[in-house]
């Protein structure tokens, strides 16, 4: 065991992973001699070289792209995207093309790629630096969606993710990379992509995030104790698929639950958290899921981020909603 | 009322076509075998018999595409993309390659897949509607055929990068067309090709039209002109002459081979049919543009050279008629003969392992059907 930071714990993954499968290769814009933009692959390529930790031109589409030919090939690409409002050049790629592939050839093709993006706001970033592009990718079939929001599960489901068949988004909350946390990097745990996680036992409602918001949670189920109302926190890590099991058993539980995002509310994983819960729990709701969201508008300029972004107290706001105490959402149609 | 009239658009015929001067020429239209300076020595080796086994593939390829025309007219195939016109340029450039080179494609290429070893009846399924994909493409060295416009030449450089890594000394090929080139994939296959002198033979057949949309839409300037702009060497080739274009993909070959990097060929040729059975191309197209190109048919040309040589005997064009029509037969009868695709095929190969919300929709809809049950 040795404290991490995320970025560090990000860093020690991906050189576990180019380490373990000569395969790896690491593609991106100013990941070489820069070490990426937020440092996540410093002194890889100095370790492994230019060919495992290939600097690109400034063309997403043309990183996707090649990864897939790459892919084909044989190799196993990890594509960092240097920010989320950058990914939609690459949208047709991988909408169109990465998470097909393996159906089209009906199952003769692999692209076993992941691509790594910074994302979310809470730094005071410019535009398009600030996105939460989860739900377009949770809703393309083909894909697998991960978010994490510790040091220890990057650095596991990193490697999960990289070592993975499927194609990978591997979103990291770069409001998070600072975050220490205590890393063991023995690989002796149980692979843990595509399962949620509990991260705090409570007992009257439960929180289910995921990535940056999970330390906002934590938080909120911390001041919510101070109140006698106990909260289970849920962390998803994996927003496609969703790990029902784990969510389901916990609401049935608590009996009511709300779920919080960056991303705005609208056809947001919230949406579909909410509807899932009900069709999954519905005798067992003591009251309808309340979503904790960005709003529905382009990401605002950084002065008012905070606004946009839930916090502790909207969401202990809309716990108040959960359990039917006086709260903003009362009286809408 | 009157309306203005448009003025009709003014044809091109290849005798003022920009694109085709200064083309590689070997054979010329009348059949006849000229050297190429630069170029002739590619296919010095490639004699009679080499070229009668051209003209069987070319008239085979033909045959196959006028049979899934057919098959698309009598309700057998959902749509069919032929490539009337465009054989020689298929076939010229797909036997320079060798087993172990890759193609990436796109939907048009039937002709390469011919002789990249899919089989007549492996073609048809994925126009039936019954598969995603009609072959694997480890067997043949041919990814499945690419429908999003210029997506695949991305793939080939991939591709191309992997073989580098691998030092082997085989090579890709990206097949699209002239309305590919303004797609921004296009243009990003040169940069990351070029930066990384990516082993790829980036190969444009200018068939003249995408859909309705003459070349001089996508571009002012010749196709093959642009790639030096990206640093990437390029030729253009009369397309519709078989050993040209067999011998500038030859030359871009072994430059990949070499570790040269990446090459561009404008193979200039014309697009006879539409664009799709779905298309009419009489909505916007000059006959005579399409008479004028008649007059340059690919396998006119050959068919001149080989009777002139003496070789192509009617006995001969009898041969390859038979075989092209025994292909054809192969095709339809694997074609009509293809079962209705099993419903819960729906649900494979969409993840590489289990993945519990397939499961789930999968085992529903499996119990939504056996409900059923008496009603079948």
């Known amino acids: ?333 | 009322m009157s309306h203005a009239v448009a003025a009709p658009r003014a044809s091109r015929t290849p005798d003022s076509d920009p694109a085709l001067r200064g083309a590689i020429r070997i054979l010329t239209p009348a059949g006849e075998r000229r050297d190429d300076p630069e170029y002739g020595s590619h296919v010095a080796d490639v004699g009679d018999d080499e070229l009668l086994a051209l003209y069987d593939d070319m008239v085979v390829v033909r045959r196959i595409d006028a049979e899934a025309t057919n098959l698309q007219r009598q309700g057998e195939l959902a749509l069919w993309p032929p490539l009337l016109g465009q054989e020689a340029a298929q076939i010229g450039s797909a036997r320079a390659l060798r087993s172990d080179d890759f193609a990436f494609t796109s939907y048009r290429e039937n002709g390469v897949a011919y002789c990249r070893g899919v089989t007549p009846a492996e073609l048809v399924p994925v126009w039936r509607g019954v598969t995603a994909s009609g072959w694997d493409p480890y067997r043949v060295g041919m990814a499945t055929p690419q429908v999003i416009i210029a997506a695949q030449t991305l793939h080939a450089t991939g591709y191309a990068l992997g073989l580098q890594y691998d030092g082997s000394d085989a090579a890709a090929i990206a097949y699209f067309g002239d309305g590919a080139t303004s797609e921004g994939d296009a243009s990003e296959a040169l940069v990351f090709a070029a930066s990384y002198k990516a082993p790829v033979v980036f190969f444009c057949q200018n068939n003249h039209w995408a859909i309705s949309e003459p070349v001089s839409l996508q571009s002012g300037s010749s196709l093959a002109g642009r790639a030096a702009g990206f640093g990437v060497p390029s030729v253009t080739v009369d397309g519709n002459d078989v050993l040209a274009v067999l011998a500038v993909t030859r030359a871009a070959l072994a430059r990949a081979r070499a570790g040269g990097g990446p090459s561009f060929i404008e193979a200039v040729t014309y697009r006879m049919g539409p664009h799709t059975t779905a298309d009419d191309p009489t909505r916007y197209r000059d006959p005579e543009e399409l008479e004028a190109w008649r007059r340059l048919d690919p396998i006119d040309r050959l068919a001149a050279h080989l009777s002139a040589r003496g070789v192509l005997t009617d006995e001969r064009r009898a041969a390859v008629t038979a075989h092209a029509a025994e292909v054809a037969h192969e095709m339809r009868a694997a074609c009509t003969g293809l079962p209705e695709p099993d419903p819960m095929s729906l649900f494979e190969h969409v993840y590489t392992t289990p993945h519990p919300g397939i499961e789930r929709q999968k085992a529903r809809y499996a119990r939504y059907l056996d409900s059923f049950e008496d009603a079948r």
């Open chain 1, 1 to 333: 065991m040795s404290t991490m930071t995320m970025s560090g714990a990000l860093n020690a993954g991906l050189r576990a992973a180019l380490t373990a499968d000569p395969k790896v290769v690491l593609m991106g814009e100013d990941i070489g001699a820069l070490g990426g933009v937020y440092r996540i692959t410093d002194g890889l390529q100095r370790e492994f070289g230019p060919r495992r930790v290939m600097d690109t031109p400034l063309a997403e589409s043309g990183i996707l792209g090649t990864a897939v030919g790459l892919a084909y090939r044989g190799y196993r690409p990890v594509c960092e995207i240097q920010f989320d409002g950058f990914v939609y050049p690459a949208f047709d790629q991988i909408v169109s093309q990465v998470a097909r592939m393996h159906a089209r050839t009906n199952g003769a093709v692999r692209l076993p790629i992941t691509i790594r993006i910074p994302v979310g706001g809470g730094i005071g970033s410019a535009e398009h630096h600030s996105d939460s592009p989860e739900a377009y990718f949770a809703h393309t079939p083909g894909l697998r969606v991960v978010s994490v929001a510790d040091p220890q599960d990057a650095y596991d489901l990193l490697q999960d993710a990289i070592a993975c068949d499927d194609p990978v988004l591997f979103f990291e909350p770069k409001r998070r990379y600072h975050l220490k946390g205590e890393v063991d990097t023995g690989r002796s745990r149980p692979a843990a992509l595509g399962t949620a996680r509990v991260v705090r036992k409570g007992s009257d409602a439960t929180v289910v995030t995921f990535g940056g918001l999970v330390q906002v949670a934590l938080a909120a189920a911390d001041a919510a104790a101070d109140e006698g109302v106990s909260l289970e926190v849920i962390d998803l890590r994996s927003l496609a698929p969703i790990d029902w099991v784990t969510v389901a058993a916990s609401v049935r539980r608590t009996g009511r639950v709300v779920v919080t995002h960056e991303a705005p509310e609208s056809a947001g994983l919230g949406a579909e958290l909410a509807a899932g819960i009900t069709e999954r729990c519905f005798s067992y709701l003591e009251h309808a899921p309340v979503r904790v969201t960005g709003f529905d508008i382009p990401y605002p300029p950084s002065k008012l981020e905070k606004h946009h972004l839930p916090d502790l107290d909207r969401l202990l706001d809309g716990v108040d909603a959960a359990l039917g105490r006086p709260s903003s959402y009362e009286d809408e149609a």
